[in-house]
């Protein structure tokens, strides 16, 4: 069985990014899936109620801003995709071991993980577990920002989801950064 890992949130100015790992059953309907930037938020939130509702096992991780300005984004991404493998493990135990064959992460890099992982670029768009693992990040991420706008107002976080629109560089010349910040990001424009 293929565990699928990518990532949503690599490229805002705020808030955490999220990872999940994702494992498929052989029948899972693949023609709901989809690169989650691409799929329209009603999609997406399809997509997301049917694999919770039938993946044998998935997994969420999170990296906070803090430890993105600590060690980078990328690093930050990889250790969230350690922890979406923690979190199928403790939900799932028998996948900690013979049952989760190997991993496909999408990009150039892999997680420390106790299972072999190939990187591929575009598997987002290629491998279905990849992709739902994509859209189950996406969906997290958006809702975890839905609730930060409502603790910090005034930022559009509902909006633009923490990305380096317009709004958000103007929210941060009018208020300064919020606790969510990442402080490491330069913020041009402002």
């Given at each position: 069985?293929?565990?699928?890992?990518?990532?949503?949130?690599?490229?805002?100015?705020?808030?955490?990014?999220?990872?999940?790992?994702?494992?498929?059953?052989?029948?899972?309907?693949?023609?709901?899936?989809?690169?989650?930037?691409?799929?329209?938020?009603?999609?997406?939130e399809e997509a997301r109620r049917l694999?919770?509702?039938?993946?044998?096992?998935?997994?969420?991780?999170?990296?906070?801003?803090?430890?993105?300005?600590?060690?980078?984004?990328?690093?930050?991404?990889?250790?969230?995709?350690?922890?979406?493998?923690?979190?199928?493990?403790?939900?799932?135990?028998?996948?900690?071991?013979?049952?989760?064959?190997?991993?496909?992460?999408?990009?150039?890099?892999?997680?420390?993980?106790?299972?072999?992982?190939?990187?591929?670029?575009?598997?987002?768009?290629?491998?279905?577990?990849?992709?739902?693992?994509?859209?189950?990040?996406?969906t997290q991420r958006d809702r975890i920002?839905?609730l930060y706008a409502c603790l910090y107002?005034?930022?559009?976080?509902?909006?633009?989801?923490?990305?380096?629109?317009?709004?958000?560089?103007?929210?941060?010349?009018?208020?300064?950064?919020?606790?969510?910040?990442?402080?490491?990001?330069?913020?041009?424009?402002?």
């Amino acid at each position: 069985m293929i565990c699928g890992f990518d990532e949503a949130g690599r490229g805002p100015l705020a808030g955490p990014v999220c990872a999940a790992a994702v494992i498929l059953p052989p029948d899972f309907p693949v023609e709901i899936l989809g690169d989650s930037k691409k799929l329209s938020p009603k999609k997406r939130e399809e997509a997301r109620r049917l694999i919770l509702k039938r993946a044998p096992a998935w997994g969420i991780g999170w990296a906070s801003a803090a430890e993105i300005d600590c060690i980078n984004i990328l690093r930050s991404s990889l250790l969230a995709m350690e922890r979406a493998w923690e979190d199928l493990v403790l939900q799932f135990p028998r996948f900690a071991g013979p049952e989760a064959e190997f991993g496909v992460v999408d990009g150039l890099y892999t997680p420390r993980l106790p299972i072999p992982v190939l990187a591929l670029v575009k598997a987002d768009a290629s491998v279905p577990a990849v992709m739902a693992a994509s859209i189950l990040a996406k969906t997290q991420r958006d809702r975890i920002m839905e609730l930060y706008a409502c603790l910090y107002p005034g930022y559009g976080y509902e909006s633009h989801k923490g990305y380096p629109t317009k709004a958000h560089r103007d929210a941060l010349i009018r208020h300064g950064p919020s606790p969510i910040q990442r402080h490491s990001f330069a913020v041009k424009g402002t």
